[in-house]
């Protein structure tokens, strides 16, 4: 029964709730509504919104579900529902250990074996937006800055930004180096914050990168490494993305390099990591702070008790990835599933006369439309992406939402679909660049 | 394979939140959980260990859900052939699964006894009461204003309620002469001992049934607190997160009810945080949810969930769970008789060894009386009696004074996390206890 309070202004809220740091006024949720209004659907509605600004994996489910199937234990807390109780009591902030366990071990399969995890080390969060959150309140104070490069995912001006009271300076990468961090683009980010008068507290980077789909290369990683260590300021690695990489020799995590170099300096260092992108599972609402320096550990350990992932949920996945069988079986498959996905959008793109950066893993390719703007401003950006919204019916992520500092790029996802949808959106896209070269779309003179 | 990182010292800084120590660990709080942690009591294998009594868990009808499980598997693995997995894993949307928040609203009234109604579509779901607590201050003050809190009160709340927030707790100091009873005087004397600090008031938060008294706050104190809060321009929060563990469901008021009575009038202000940890035994699940009467919280509150969002695993099994009123219904009615017959239990031994608690009826835990039994009504006093209580007669009760409770020598002990017969160890252990230290007296 719906209960409708008459509401007048009276008593007041505080400055977080009444600002707009949440974020949802931006285009980026805009084209949400427009596929939330008039979603595709293969057979009930063929001409409806496809939904490309959606980062989720999809692809990879099957093998999920034969899990399932297969370990039935796993959600029924064993025979009789025999570990209900034990379970549904533990509220422990450290974590289940045997998922804990499993986590670390399974960030090493990620990796390739590359890096060792310490099972120690892992707190649990519900969620990589959790994490993000809580790293932040832990290492800045209000006020102070965050480096992070551009263009970045659209949501961390909310989590890092909202309730932290922490600012984000932007680090200005461009596509004259497909958008790599330079060691020139730090300093000048750090500069412009002192010259805010605001106090720097560490670089957030994200590896492999969402928007661009690309992994970060060695080199830029020790160059990064350098720069923060020089600075005494912190590094987090939100590493996300690093199961989705297509080949998995061209992933370096951070964890890598500070093994090379025997931890030396490492204690300013920490990675974010989540199985919503990897596994799929976003509504389960994993995620972890994996971090080098003890202090930090007990701190988020601590806080972590208003995110805490539902021990419901430990227990089915402490299982699921403990079977190295089945997580090797995954990693391979899902990197091959996604390499091939990535493959044909790309060729798609190519064909209807669109680039696109050279990507190398994640769930979305960053495409090129700047020859396409009438000028080379946001506002020419915001156009041809409303467009491509109402007549193309494609819900695709424009980079001035990502805070790219060169209009036109734009974050289209090619993992939340099924393979014919994607043929269909790729259709679409050819013939609106054909309409377009023959003069026929009026809206972009 | 432990990665030891030599930590130089100390190079790079944290946070002035990081550092601080308003994550309440260094309390006696947490002191007794270590000693427990370090001699735990077994029925067999170390029947001479500490007790555990300072954990406010509800052990008491696990009986009926592993037998709701078992007759409902489905529930945990997505119907046949774990069909509705991949929506289900997908689904993180902040609104919450409709289903289950459907089953929490209905839930909600079946454990007011349907003497209110809840609308789901201002149900807003968190990971845990701990998150909507913190939640809803981040929402309604800014750092350095306060919120009103009588005491004693929950330990938790000085970190949950100030920690990462930077607002402040002031106590409504509730006194034994009148059964700890929130009085007016109580309330204008909190509201005016703050705006004399310069701080501004933004709210009350109340819980009721109450935690650590083990008491509903009684309809009259219940409308005299929303006048005050209503006549000041604040807000109130009311944890009603023991509502199910009432142990007769008539002596349960909610504020709900109260809002209902006056028609919504000024409900705007008004909002009620629920969990299922207490009532149905599942901390483990972090289930928790935020019920606000006002628009703009609740979309507030929707957003910033994304912080704190419960596992749709958990949101699916609990949506099939609760929304089976032949269940429901069942499992509210036994709980309630069984945590009755353990509070009565308690309350009778503690009696027989020469010990009175504050007349209770709801809750997980009875608030035991020790003045009589201090060296001096001191703080330092009520401590020495604990240790002695904790190392000698090997029991983990929680001080009043970690309650911030104004009058020394009363003591919270929980009885609901245990079987019934270390219940009765526990009772014979205080009786030869008290015995000897008559003696001595």
Redesign the interface.
């Known amino acids: 029964?719906?209960?409708d309070?008459?509401?007048?202004p009276?008593?007041?809220?505080?400055?977080?709730?009444l600002s707009q740091t949440?974020g949802?006024n931006s285009p980026y949720f805009a084209g949400w509504k427009a596929y939330d209004e008039n979603p595709y659907h293969e057979k009930h509605n063929p001409s409806g919104v496809i939904q490309m600004g959606l980062a989720?994996n999809?692809v990879s489910?099957d093998l999920?579900?034969e899990f399932?199937?297969n370990n039935?234990e796993a959600?029924?807390?064993g025979k009789?529902?025999s570990g209900?109780?034990e379970?549904?009591?533990?509220?422990d902030y450290h974590g289940l250990l045997a998922f804990r366990k499993a986590m670390a071990s399974f960030m090493e399969q990620v990796r390739g074996g590359k890096a060792?995890?310490?099972p120690?080390?892992v707190v649990l969060t519900?969620?990589a937006?959790?994490a993000n959150?809580l790293l932040t309140?832990?290492?800045?104070?209000?006020g102070?800055a965050l480096l992070v490069p551009t263009p970045y995912y659209p949501g961390f001006d909310?989590?890092l930004r909202?309730?932290t009271g922490v600012e984000i300076v932007p680090i200005h990468c461009e596509s004259s180096n497909n958008f790599q961090i330079t060691l020139e683009a730090l300093e000048s980010a750090y500069d412009h914050a002192r010259s805010k008068n605001m106090k720097v507290?560490g670089v957030l980077i994200t590896n492999p990168s969402n928007p661009l789909g690309a992994t970060i290369q060695r080199k830029v990683l020790e160059q990064i490494l350098d720069f923060v260590t020089r600075k005494?300021?912190?590094l987090i690695s939100d590493e996300i993305y690093s199961g989705s990489v297509f080949h998995s020799d061209e992933f370096v995590s951070i964890a890598e390099i500070l093994e090379s170099r025997n931890?030396k300096?490492?204690?300013?260092c920490h990675i974010v990591y989540s199985l919503?992108k990897d596994l799929?599972?976003?509504?389960?609402?994993v995620g972890t702070v994996y971090s080098?320096?003890?202090?930090?550990v007990t701190?988020a350990r601590?806080?972590s008790?208003?995110?805490?992932?539902?021990?419901?949920?430990q227990f089915?996945l402490a299982s699921m990835l403990s079977n190295k069988e089945f997580t090797e079986k995954y990693i391979k498959i899902n990197r091959e599933r996604l390499r091939k996905r990535y493959e044909t959008i790309v060729d798609g793109l190519k064909k209807a006369g669109i680039e696109c950066l050279k990507g190398n893993a994640g769930l979305f390719c960053w495409m090129n439309l700047s020859p396409y703007l009438k000028e080379a401003t946001r506002e020419s950006e915001l156009e041809i992406w409303k467009t491509i919204m109402e007549e193309v019916k494609l819900n695709i992520s424009p980079g001035s939402s990502c805070r790219c500092s060169e209009a036109g790029w734009f974050r289209v996802c090619f993992a939340n679909m099924s393979e014919e949808t994607l043929e269909v959106a790729l259709r679409r896209l050819h013939e609106f660049m054909d309409r377009r070269r023959n003069g026929q779309v009026l809206s972009m003179e």
């Open positions: 029964m719906a209960i309070i008459v509401q007048k009276s008593v007041g809220l505080s400055k977080i709730a949440h949802e989720e999809q489910f999920l579900e399932l199937e039935q959600t029924s807390w009789n529902v209900f109780k379970n549904a009591l533990f509220q060792k995890f310490n120690e080390r519900a969620g937006t959790a959150e309140f832990i290492l800045a104070n209000p102070d909310r989590d909202w309730r507290r005494n300021i912190h931890y300096d490492s204690e300013r919503s799929g599972l976003p509504g389960f609402r080098y320096n003890d202090q930090v701190t601590r806080m008790s208003f995110t805490l992932i539902s021990s419901q949920t089915l």
